[in-house]
């Protein structure tokens, strides 16, 4: 692919609800600027930007794709990214990288679910945004529907750039307001504003020309003075519009027909803004901050935004170079790995095509194979000028499934399949739960971890079953309590003896265990001190009521008995293990559960629902407010409450509600309770 200058870039994420649109839009501007010669479409699962096995599958976009479009002697770098909810890291990722977000609307279904979310977290990002109103070709499709629908949800200057021609099955081109031109048919052939339009779209173009005014101060002198901005100022004013989040130009076609495409693509060099033109980055050098104005003389520095673990070329490292000029078969330090790694040939990516270029420029976006220490939100600079880009901020996952192997092979392989996955994915994460003896994968909700199951076994041949998580449930006592307990046992030969008189206290929560030593005298030698402590940590580890682990406690030796000849380490192991257990039983015990910090933002219309539905699962709601026209609903509520929240609040609002949820401190379980869980354990060790 040719190599272009900073200025002659433009980085476009593709935002908004499934089923919008977006996939068929980066294909429609791959088919318009030549880069392919027949449009690929979804339903065939002919697209460039969906190639993998899940998504022809499926239908649907799972993963951020890059789009490279080539036009006009620029380069469009699309990021198209999913709509499913559940793939929000994909968002993440392309939010962070991307100068501007194009955020689809279907022209029929209007303002939806996924497109509040993908506002919001481009909110989050700062990131300069435009709308275009896709399939204007369906029945019922209705541009001034969308658009009031969009003013009516979201705070912003939303400024119509073009205008339909035509409706639903007559709809056959747009009329550009800056240039007063219009684009008809699947080529944009160029031609007059139609005579029944012309009053309406000169209405339209005072309206663009006050926002293009405001943009900036020399134009806005100029129009108050009464001249009319010709179509360079309007552009240009616009963009600054754009730039400063004080204009949202809307945009208009039909993308599996190709209608609107190349009227948007000369927007897109109009009014996106280059890198150069884009808000400086903010890097964290070896003193104070750096602003990185993505100059390509100067120092580098890029970021991995994302990683794709592929079975046969290894792992594949896409990223943007914010300052400077890569260079391939050379070598880069990597910040956070302290260490150099060898880029090789780069590529600019095109689906899963791999174009060779020989160096990628500041505000140009590439990817290179086999870096091996790199992991997503990665810094690579020159070690003679250290800098750390700022990385996406994932979210936490919320949901987990744990994970089994199906056979010997599967589970010496499944290990390094996960973090494989991990590393692909931010948003998964993979752990051992020692308490319960599981592989839990967690990730942001059903389908999410559905296909990552699937990827294990499509790309790396490793087959696992998945099943709801137990609870790491704790154990404790609630009362101090003295015991004692003697080992004796005589074989013919020599034996083996221990006394051992030990007192158990609860300690405070999170406080783990402590062992004291209160034997005077010399009635147990000291040498079987840590024998002692051997036995109790052994039956710790698998608790003494339910099977898990026993935490929050004190156990003092206070006494005991030992034979000169009987007495050895594993008579006081053993000792130490039993007086232990007795301890417990006696000391009150009780079950500790996890419980949850958990903040949930729904529309105010779905706050009654929200809470009564908190309500049954044991919650807390400890305080509510309000944030841009939604509800906030702070909770506490136990873990084994929470296991399939994502998907019962994706129930509950329509798909409206997101939420955050951790871990904060272990409570006891209510007694009326407690006993369920004993028996539910005593139960599957029957069975295994």
């Given at each position: 692919?040719?190599?272009?200058n900073?200025?002659q870039?433009?980085?476009v994420?593709?935002l ?6 977006k ?8 088919f318009c ?5 027949r ?8 697209t460039?930007?969906?190639f993998d096995?899940q998504e022809?599958r ?12 080539e036009?006009k002697k620029?380069?469009?770098?699309v990021l198209d990214?999913p709509?499913y909810?559940?793939f929000v890291g994909e ?8 100068d501007?977000?194009l955020?689809l ?6 303002v ?7 506002w ?5 990002g700062?990131l300069p ?6 399939k204007?070709?369906r029945?019922?499709a ?7 629908a969009?003013?009516d949800t979201?705070?912003?200057?939303f ?12 709809f056959?081109g747009?009329?550009d ?13 160029v031609g007059?504003?139609p005579e029944t ?5 000169e ?13 900036d101060?020399?134009?806005i002198?100029?129009?108050l003075?009464?001249e009319e ?6 552009h240009q004013?616009l963009k ?10 809307v945009?208009c076609?039909a ?8 009227a948007?693509?000369?927007?897109l060099l109009?009014?996106a803004p280059?890198?150069n033109?884009?808000?400086a ?5 070896a ?10 003389s100067?120092?580098?520095?890029l970021?991995v935004f994302?990683?794709m673990?592929?079975p046969y ?8 170079v ?11 330090f990597?910040?956070?790995?302290d260490?150099?790694?060898?880029f ?7 689906g899963k095509e ?9 505000g140009?976006?590439g990817?290179?194979?086999k870096?091996?220490r790199?992991?997503?939100g990665?810094t690579?600079c ?17 949901y987990?499934r744990?994970?089994?192997p ?7 392989k ?10 692909e994915?931010p948003?998964?994460?993979?752990r051992?739960?020692?308490?319960t ?7 942001m909700?059903?389908a999410h ?7 294990m076994?499509?790309?790396f ?5 998945t ?9 404790t006592?609630?009362?101090?309590f ?5 080992h004796?046992?005589?074989?013919g030969?020599?034996g ?5 008189h030990?007192?158990?206290?609860p300690?405070p929560r999170?406080e783990g265990?402590?062992?004291v ?7 147990i030698?000291?040498?079987?001190r840590p024998?002692?402590?051997?036995g ?5 580890q698998?608790g ?5 682990p026993?935490?929050?406690?004190r ?7 030992e ?9 006081f192991?053993?000792a130490?293990?039993e007086?232990f257990?007795l301890?417990?039983q006696?000391?009150?015990p009780v079950l ?18 929200v809470?009564?539905?908190?309500n049954t699962k044991?919650?807390?709601v400890m305080?509510?407010?309000q944030?841009k026209?939604k509800?906030?609903?702070?909770a506490?509520?136990p873990?084994a409450?929470?296991?399939?929240y ?11 509600g997101?939420?955050?949820m951790e871990?904060?401190?272990y409570d ?9 869980v004993i028996?539910?354990?005593r ?5 295994d």
């Open positions: 692919m040719k190599e272009y900073t200025d870039i433009r980085n994420a593709l908004g609800h499934g089923s919008a649109g996939t068929s839009l980066s294909e429609a501007m791959l600027s030549g880069a392919t010669n449009m690929g479409k979804v339903e065939e699962g002919t460039t930007a969906d096995d022809i499926r239908r649907i976009s799972l993963s951020l794709s890059l789009i490279p479009c036009w620029h380069k469009i770098n990214t709509g909810t559940d968002v993440v990722s392309a939010i962070h990288v991307a501007v977000g955020v609307v279907d022209a029929v279904s209007g939806e679910v996924g497109t509040e979310l993908v919001v977290r481009a909110d989050t700062n945004r435009m709308v275009f109103v896709n204007m070709d029945d019922n209705d541009f001034e529907r969308a658009l009031k969009l003013r979201f705070d912003g200057n400024v119509p750039v073009q205008l339909p021609i035509g409706s639903q099955s007559d056959e747009v009329v307001l800056a240039t007063m031109k219009a684009y008809r048919g699947p080529d944009g052939q007059d504003v339009m012309a009053e309406q779209a209405e339209y173009r005072i309206a663009l020309m006050e926002a293009a005014a405001e943009g101060d020399d134009l002198m100029k129009y003075e009464g901005l010709t179509s360079a100022e309007m004013g600054a519009a754009v730039i400063a989040g004080a204009a949202i130009p945009f076609g993308a599996t027909k190709s209608l609107g495409i190349s948007l693509m000369d927007n109009a009014l280059a890198p033109e884009a808000a980055v903010s890097a964290e050098g003193g104070e901050a750096e602003e990185l104005a993505a100059d390509a100067g120092a580098l520095a970021l994302k990683t673990a592929d070329v290894g792992k594949l490292s896409y990223f943007r914010y300052n400077g000029m890569l260079q391939g078969d050379n070598r880069y990597n910040k956070r790995a260490e150099e790694e060898r090789g040939q780069l590529y600019s990516m095109r791999q174009l060779p270029v020989a160096r990628v420029p500041a140009d976006i990817a290179v194979a870096l091996n790199t992991l997503t990665d690579f020159d070690r003679g000028h250290p800098l750390t880009l700022p990385s996406p901020d994932f979210p936490l996952p919320l987990s744990s994970v089994n199906k056979t010997q092979a599967d589970s010496a499944m290990g390094s399949t996960l973090t494989r996955l991990v590393e994915d948003t998964l994460h993979w051992q739960e020692p308490s003896r599981q592989t839990i994968l967690s990730g909700g059903e971890l559905d296909i990552a199951v699937r990827r076994e499509g790309r041949s490793v087959s696992v079953e099943d709801i998580p137990k609870v790491p449930y704790r154990e006592v609630t009362r101090s003295t015991t004692r307990y003697r004796k046992k005589q074989t030969g020599a083996q003896f221990a006394e051992v030990a007192r158990i206290e300690l999170g265990f402590d062992y030593w209160e034997v005077f005298g010399g009635r030698s000291g040498s079987f024998s002692i402590e051997k109790i940590k052994a039956v710790m698998g003494v009521i339910a099977g898990y026993v935490v929050d406690v156990m003092a030796i206070t006494d005991g008995k034979h000169p000849v009987d007495s050895k380490d594993i008579a192991q053993i130490g293990r007086v257990k301890a417990v006696g000391g009150g500790l559960e996890p419980i949850c910090n958990i903040a949930v933002t729904v529309p105010d219309d779905f706050t009654g629902e809470i009564g539905d908190l044991r919650a807390r305080g509510m407010g944030e026209g509800a906030i609903i702070n506490e509520a873990l409450e929470m296991q399939r994502a998907t019962d609040l994706r129930s509950l609002t329509q798909g409206r997101i939420f955050t871990i904060i401190r006891e379980v209510p007694s009326h309770l407690t006993q369920q028996e539910d354990t139960r599957e060790k029957e069975e």
